[in-house]
């Protein structure tokens, strides 16, 4: 079938699109590799990557020391609950199958405002500043872990558990043996889309980020404002390489889960 | 772990429900066993948080910590309703809901114009390099929004390369930077993403044989598009739309970035970030401001939800 007027339109359509979500972003690769304040370098430079190389040494570090704990934390929480959403009937499953979802849809200046005036209530204050800012990047790394593991274990063939068992394995050995193994990609994409979406959080990271303390979105935000626009872009394309690695690793390993 | 083996120790062998006496009961605790780290996390970083801000905008503490946790300070509260009507009759709260509301709308609206054909084409048109465009187009919903904020700060500003191409040409200076236009497409280029992958799929989902026979029939596929193939998908596309309101109207990134701040470009979430850093901050209404983004984006996502169970109901 020929294609047709609208379909040609549609197709010119997606590639004005697809030009439209890319200019921006070489836009900003180009600024951060200009000597000068203008949108096509007359000079090249790498200088601004190097610029203040160890302050971006520190945020990237900053960043990983929020959402490498987090993360951690997140998968040990996640484990037991996915096992008992997907494999147990409860009384009120249906309401915690909701609530696993809400930091995902509570607006980050809502969440951000709530929980630092939390911390700021009595003995809670008492915590260090980083470690509750860690658990607050533990409850909206949760749902994007815990989510698919759920899914994964509903899907299973949970008579490969009781055949496994049944041929005298015992419930540890079966755990090890059988349930890891089918899991364990599915645990291991969660993280890293967990990771990605800890070290890209910009709203609540704001309200609680100690003093000093500067993770890479927060110093880019900081930088927007009276920096140079190369080097807020420099740090920019840093951090947008560093999300899209990530991003990338974990399509790359769901790929592979979902070709078995 | 514990909870790991005690699931596969019990559970192919579980009693029917009701066989043995006590049986739910001894479910229902080793699920709670098993959930308490979960409870215990979401009860203090969500549960507590939000009932605290929900009462905190029906107080009179302006104290930037939570009554609920505080018995002295709850006995001596007094709750009032004067925080909302500050937030709905004054003329500056007014017009920050306003342009909020509006933003959103009409981000909304050009999302949709623009997302529809394509995630139309997504779907049915397989043609080379689709699965490219696909994954292109998905990408902004995993960067950060500040980055994409800032490369839009770029893009649209006096040294942005548009401005360079327009000046080039000879066409008055283009140069929107922290305006209400920059901040409406700024939100439409981070909503596109979401709203293609869900009304890909959901266009993907339509049986080809209805569109072979429209189109057999004589319809264009425009025509089919809109009469045949649009109906089917219409509890998606309104599902899309509830959640791309409610997730615009609570994105602080792009209107503070783009928007260059609550003095150019007024907004709900910029509004609620600005407060928290002066030293006059009015906290029980800057709690109510709160408590409106959160009541929109549950609202929006059970508004959702029904739509997405019809799309599914009517997809069986």
Known sequence: ?260 | MVAITDALQLDPAAPPAGAVPGARQHRNRRAYAALAPFLLLYGVLIVIPTVGLLVKSVSANDSADLEILNPKLLFHTSFTLVNYQALFTQEANVQTIVTTIVIALVAVALTVIVGTPISYQLAVDRVRLTGTASWVLSLPIYMPTVVIAFALVLLFGPNGILNAATSALGVPVWNISYTTIAVVLGTVYVLVPVYLRMLTAAFARVPGDLMDASMSLGAGELRTLLKVVLPVVRPTLLAAVILDFAFAVGMVEIALIVGGGPLNVPYLPVDILERSTTFAPDIPLTAAMAVVLVAIALIGQLLAGRLNKEASSSAR
């Open chain 1, 1 to 260: 079938m020929p294609a047709s007027g609208f379909r040609r339109l549609a197709r010119a359509g997606t590639i004005l699109c697809v030009a439209a979500i890319i200019l921006p972003l070489i836009a900003m690769v180009l600024f951060s590799l200009s000597g000068h304040v203008e949108a096509i370098p007359t000079e090249w430079t790498t200088k601004w990557y190097t610029f203040n190389s160890s302050d971006v040494v520190a945020s990237i570090l900053h960043s990983l020391e929020i959402s490498v704990p987090a993360v951690a934390i997140a998968l040990l929480v996640a484990m037991p609950l996915s096992f008992a959403m997907a494999r147990w009937d409860f009384a009120g499953k249906r309401l915690i199958n909701q609530m696993i979802l809400l930091p995902m849809l509570l607006p980050g200046t809502a969440l951000g405002l709530a929980l630092i005036e939390l911390y700021n209530t009595g003995i809670l204050s008492k915590i260090p500043a980083l470690a509750f800012l860690i658990g607050a990047h533990v409850v909206i790394v949760l749902p994007v872990i815990a989510r698919p593991v759920i899914a994964a274990l509903e899907q299973m063939d949970i008579e490969l558990e009781t055949a496994s068992m049944s041929l005298g394995a015992s419930p540890a050995t079966t755990v090890r043996k059988i349930t890891v193994p089918v899991i364990l990609p599915t645990v291991v994409v969660g993280s890293i889309f967990g990771l990605a979406r800890s070290i890209t959080d910009f709203a609540i990271t704001l309200f609680l980020v100690p003093v000093g303390f500067l993770p890479m979105s927060i110093e880019i935000y900081n930088s927007t404002n009276y920096s140079i626009p190369q080097l807020t872009s420099a740090n920019a394309v840093i951090l947008l390489a560093m999300s899209l690695v990530v991003v990338g690793i974990g399509e790359l390993a769901a790929r592979r889960v979902s070709r078995g």
